[in-house]
């Protein structure tokens, strides 16, 4: 499974953007999938993630009430709204998969098999 995220860039503190994950095949429909970030100098941290329904979500606490994770199966692809962002938020982002259809959705990285490539998001002051 290839996957590519895009829509990352600079935004003002308070601003939004829509990150996007296309997957390269439709089996990515039956998989979890997750986003990750990982600021300079800092270990990858877990944001979001959705199950393959869509149905449940999780998000990490600094993220709650600010973010929202969907996904368009006809279109393989996972959506990560990010409203009111912070400086904080500034990271590389990164969509992954979990292909092993647990029956709830994981926050740590070690259970995703697939990852993209990542996208910048800079959110200034």
């Known amino acids: 499974v290839q996957l590519v995220e895009s829509g990352g860039g600079l935004v003002q503190a308070g601003g939004s953007l829509r990150l996007s994950c296309a997957a390269s095949?439709?089996?990515?429909?039956?998989?979890?999938m997750g986003w990750f970030r990982q600021a300079p100098g800092k270990e990858r941290e877990f944001v979001a993630a959705?199950?393959?329904?869509?149905?449940?979500?999780r998000f990490a606490d600094s993220v709650k009430g600010r973010f929202t994770i969907s996904r368009d199966n006809a279109k393989n692809t996972v959506y990560l709204q990010m409203n009111s962002l912070k400086p904080a938020d500034t990271a590389v982002y990164y969509c992954a998969a979990d292909t092993q259809s647990r029956p709830w959705v994981s926050g740590t990285a070690f259970r995703y098999d697939y990852w993209g490539q990542g996208t910048l998001v800079t959110v200034s002051s």
């Open positions: 959705i199950t393959w329904s869509g149905r449940s979500t």
């Open positions: 095949d439709r089996a990515s429909s039956s998989y979890h």
